[in-house]
T-cell receptor, first 117, second 116 residues
Framework: SQQGEEDPQALSIQEGENATMNCSYK?????LQWYRQNSGRGLVHLIL?????REKHSGRLRVTLDTSKKSSSLLITASRAADTASYFC?????????????????FGQGTILTVHP | NAGVMQNPRHLVRRRGQEARLRCSPM?????VYWYRQLPEEGLKFMVY????????ESGMPKERFSAEFPKEGPSILRIQQVVRGDSAAYFC??????????????FGAGSRLTVL
C-alpha cells in the first residue's frame, strides 16, 4: 500500500453531521497536511500539522496526528453541502534539498465526501 | 494576486504528438512543482524546479518528459510522443522560498491532457 492512504474511500452524510476521514502513512514525516479538491479543480491547502503536534484546529476543522500509529484524522464538524469535495492527506518526508523543507509531497488517494442538503 | 496560472486548461493530442503545459507561479513564489493525477487517484510528484534549475526530478518518467523553469517566463512541462497512458490532469504548484511554509503548496487549476 502507499504512503498516505485515506479511508473511507467515500463518505456520504447529511448536512449538519460530522465527517471524519482517516489517513495512514508508512515512513517518518516532518509534517502532514490536508488538502481539498473540488471536482475538476486544483487542490486547496486546508491545514498543516507538524510531527511534534497532536491536534490542531482551524474553524470547523480538527486534525489529529498519532505518529506512533502513523495515522491522522480530519474531522469536519457541522458539515455543509459546500463541503462536498475530495479530501487528501499529504506527507513530506525527512529528506530535503539543501537542508530545507520543500514541497515534495506524497498524497493519498483521497476520500470523496458528499454532503446532502 | 492571480494565484498559480496554468494553461491550457484542456489539451487534446493524438498519439505521437507533443504536449506543452505552462505554469506561472504565484507572485513572489520562486519554487515550482509539477504533479500528475491519474483518474480516481491522488497526485504523484513529478518534478521540483527553481529558476533555471531542476532540483528534484525523481518522479519524472525517464523518457519523453522534460521540465524547465527559465529565468523569464512560465515553467513548461513537455511531453514528447504522447501515448494514451499520458492522459491525466497535470497540476502545477508553487511555494515561497525555502524555510517555514515552503512545503505548503498553492495549486493551479490543472491542465487536463487527453490523448486520442
Amino acid at each position: 500500500s502507499q504512503q498516505g492512504e485515506e479511508d473511507p474511500q467515500a463518505l456520504s452524510i447529511q448536512e449538519g453531521e460530522n465527517a471524519t476521514m482517516n489517513c495512514s502513512y508508512k515512513t517518518s514525516i516532518n509534517n502532514l497536511q490536508w488538502y481539498r479538491q473540488n471536482s475538476g479543480r486544483g487542490l486547496v491547502h486546508l491545514i498543516l500539522i507538524r510531527s511534534n503536534e497532536r491536534e490542531k484546529h482551524s474553524g470547523r476543522l480538527r486534525v489529529t496526528l498519532d505518529t506512533s500509529k502513523k495515522s491522522s484524522s480530519l474531522l469536519i464538524t457541522a458539515s455543509r453541502a459546500a463541503d462536498t469535495a475530495s479530501y487528501f492527506c499529504a506527507t513530506d518526508g525527512l529528506l530535503s534539498a539543501g537542508g530545507t523543507s520543500y514541497g515534495k509531497l506524497t498524497f493519498g488517494q483521497g476520500t470523496i465526501l458528499t454532503v446532502h442538503p | 494576486n492571480a494565484g498559480v496560472m496554468q494553461n491550457p486548461r484542456h489539451l487534446v493530442r493524438r498519439r505521437g504528438q507533443e504536449a506543452r503545459l505552462r505554469c506561472s507561479p504565484m507572485k513572489g513564489h520562486s519554487h515550482v512543482y509539477w504533479y500528475r493525477q491519474l483518474p480516481e487517484e491522488g497526485l504523484k510528484f513529478m518534478v521540483y524546479l527553481q529558476k533555471e534549475n531542476i532540483i528534484d526530478e525523481s518522479g519524472m518518467p525517464k523518457e519523453r518528459f522534460s521540465a524547465e523553469f527559465p529565468k523569464e517566463g512560465p515553467s513548461i512541462l513537455r511531453i514528447q510522443q504522447v501515448v494514451r497512458g499520458d492522459s491525466a490532469a497535470y497540476f502545477c504548484a508553487s511555494s515561497p522560498r525555502g524555510g517555514p511554509g515552503a512545503n505548503v503548496l498553492t495549486f493551479g487549476a490543472g491542465s487536463r491532457l487527453t490523448v486520442l
